[in-house]
């Protein structure tokens, strides 16, 4: 997209909003971002990003946010189980971003919603235009269905739209699916919900900011819904090899394994999108780490 200027992003307290904050950054763009906190904003500011006051359940915070912002990228989300709260931030919050920004004059609002929209566990054999489980029994996984449900109306009223579905988010410092998985299974053992040969799909937090820079410039990804993955990888590929370096062992579960594997291609093919951090890198990072570690309860 041609003379973008001013990117407002949500969701920056979380690693994988604030690697696609410093990623729009680098490719020119003033960053402005969503805070609710004094300290969120100190951290921004920090990072060289104009923070803006205001909050996805109080709608009337929002039009300072958005105004003069010619993108949104909206990745802030509610991951808990709490149905009330992941319904008035994830559903109607993305709801009243998406009309702010639509009565503002946005050129374009990417939307980072997650593979969980079509079901947690996620079925196999995934596609773009899968169906989403709005019935979902977790709330979040419900409210990020209807999310994109919401998000459509108001794209039919004239909001140019992006949808990203990543799978699990990885990085070494301050992911779920990175370093703290690692301290997860130093401390508590090999999870009892997953089976070695269960399949779920990833991306490097760092791909995924490319992914995001991507969707929010490239002409072609007005309108299109990506699944934002890098590799659909087997659990005795990512964990064990960490509990094998936590000098610990694991065990499957007496089921048969899930696999949740999905099409992998059209962002490449589309958006020209191509990966820089390895599956294969990651471990080994990971791996370096949990073998740094001391043996709990050990000196």
């Given at each position: 997209m041609a003379d973008?200027?001013?990117?407002?992003?949500?969701?920056?307290?979380?690693?994988?909003a604030g690697a696609m904050a410093a990623r729009l950054a680098a490719g020119g763009l003033r960053v402005r971002v969503l805070v609710r906190t004094p300290a969120q904003a100190r951290v921004a500011v920090q990072a060289g990003w104009q923070p803006v006051t205001g909050d996805l359940s109080a709608p009337g915070s929002l039009g300072a946010a958005v105004?003069?912002?010619?993108?949104?990228?909206?990745?802030?989300?509610?991951?808990?189980?709490?149905?009330?709260?992941?319904?008035?931030?994830?559903?109607?919050?993305t709801r009243q971003l998406a009309r702010v920004a639509l009565a503002a004059g946005v050129r374009r609002f990417v939307h980072i919603s997650t593979m969980s929209v079509h079901g947690d566990p996620q079925p196999d054999g995934?596609?773009?235009?899968?169906?989403?489980?709005?019935?979902?029994?977790?709330?979040?996984?419900?409210?990020?269905?209807?999310?994109?449900?919401?998000?459509?109306?108001?794209?039919?009223?004239?909001?140019?739209t992006v949808v990203l579905r990543p799978g699990a988010i990885c990085s070494l410092l301050n992911s779920r699916w990175g370093d703290e998985?690692?301290?997860?299974?130093?401390?508590?053992?090999?999870p009892a919900a997953y089976h070695p040969g269960d399949v779920i799909p990833w991306v490097h937090t760092s791909d995924l900011a490319e992914m995001t820079w991507l969707a929010a410039t490239h002409?072609?990804?007005?309108?299109?819904?990506?699944?934002?993955?890098?590799?659909?990888?087997?659990?005795?590929?990512?964990?064990?090899?960490?509990?094998?370096?936590?000098?610990?062992?694991?065990t499957a579960p007496d089921r048969d394994p899930v696999l949740s594997r999905c099409r992998i291609g059209k962002i490449r093919t589309v958006l020209g999108y191509v990966p820089r951090q390895t599956f294969g890198q990651t471990i080994a990072e990971l791996t370096a780490l949990a073998r740094s570690m001391p043996v709990p309860g050990c000196r």
């Open positions: 973008v200027r001013m990117v407002l992003v949500t969701g920056v307290s979380g690693h994988a105004e003069g912002a010619d993108l949104v990228v909206h990745a802030a989300a509610y991951l808990g189980r709490d149905k009330d709260l992941a319904e008035a931030v994830n559903v109607e919050g995934l596609e773009e235009d899968s169906p989403l489980a709005t019935g979902d029994a977790h709330p979040y996984v419900a409210a990020k269905a209807a999310a994109e449900a919401a998000l459509d109306t108001v794209r039919s009223r004239g909001l140019p998985l690692v301290a997860r299974l130093r401390q508590s053992g090999w002409p072609a990804a007005e309108g299109e819904v990506f699944l934002a993955v890098d590799r659909c990888v087997a659990i005795r590929d990512y964990f064990v090899p960490i509990m094998t370096a936590l000098g610990q062992p694991f």
